[in-house]
């Protein structure tokens, strides 16, 4: 079978303008933290069939966060990453036995609330960080993450109440991000998402997402702990306020 660089759904045009965007969201994430798999995910909503948007922006996120744990593996916490790996199982386990469709509002809502309680409202109890609390944390995210995609923000925010170091945070995050992608690709294959069809796109948006995250982790290092914490609490903000917007309209709230 042949395989077309740019699947015929999006076109080369538009295939070229993502590659870009691959590049430029992963410089996002790798110098500010997070917000960068939530604007990637909008650009390709924009563009790319429905069905083709969780399974293939996971893929690329896959990829994407890979790249940057490699290049930020001395970085990495580890014991927060044994905690975290099981609720990925549990999560991802849950979400394809029940493969339930959740009214968009209430995880819009649902996370945009509890990401402006982690970037603003008092630390969380010390014990939530403790094993039990990350298995938590993880298996939720991982169920919503299946139907969803954008639970970045998230397990960044949360991540960010263990860690003050901006290379801790960044390297910790992409690690666990790369956990809760993973099962993506057997859990989009058995529902019958051919993979095939867009295999070199993602190769090529992996690829450019690399080259984002490098640039990135190079503005990163010019950045101080502190100023990172507050331009990172900054974009989870924003991007907390653009997703209760999305569930008032979702809703019905607003017209």
Known sequence: MELSFFPEA??????????????????????????????????????????????????????????????????????VIAA????????????????????????????????????????????????????????VTSFISLFVGATGPLVAAFIKQIHTDRFRTVSTFATAMVLQHAPKALVFTVAGFVFSDWLLFILAMIACGFAGTWVGLHLLNTMSNRWFSWVFNIALTLLALR???????????IG
Request: glycine letters at 12%; aromatic letters at 10%; one cysteine or more.
């Open 10 to 79: 999006i076109g080369s045009g538009v295939g070229l303008f993502l590659l870009l965007a691959s590049a430029v969201t992963s410089m996002i994430t790798a110098t500010l933290g997070a917000g960068g798999g939530v604007l990637l995910l909008v650009l390709m909503a924009s563009w790319m069939p429905p069905a083709a948007i969780i399974p293939v922006h996971g893929m690329i996120q896959l990829g994407s966060n890979a790249g940057r744990a490699t290049l930020t593996r001395k970085h990495i916490d580890w014991r």
């Open 84 to 139: 975290f790996a099981p609720g990925v199982l549990v999560g991802s386990a849950l979400g394809a036995w029940l493969l339930v469709d959740l009214p968009e509002y209430l995880w819009q809502l649902t996370i945009a609330l509890f990401v402006l309680y982690l970037c603003w409202g008092p630390k969380l109890p010390k014990a939530s960080f403790g094993t039990p609390g990350i298995l938590l944390a993880s298996a």
């Open 243 to 253: 997703l209760l917007w999305q569930a008032a309209i979702s809703s019905g709230w």
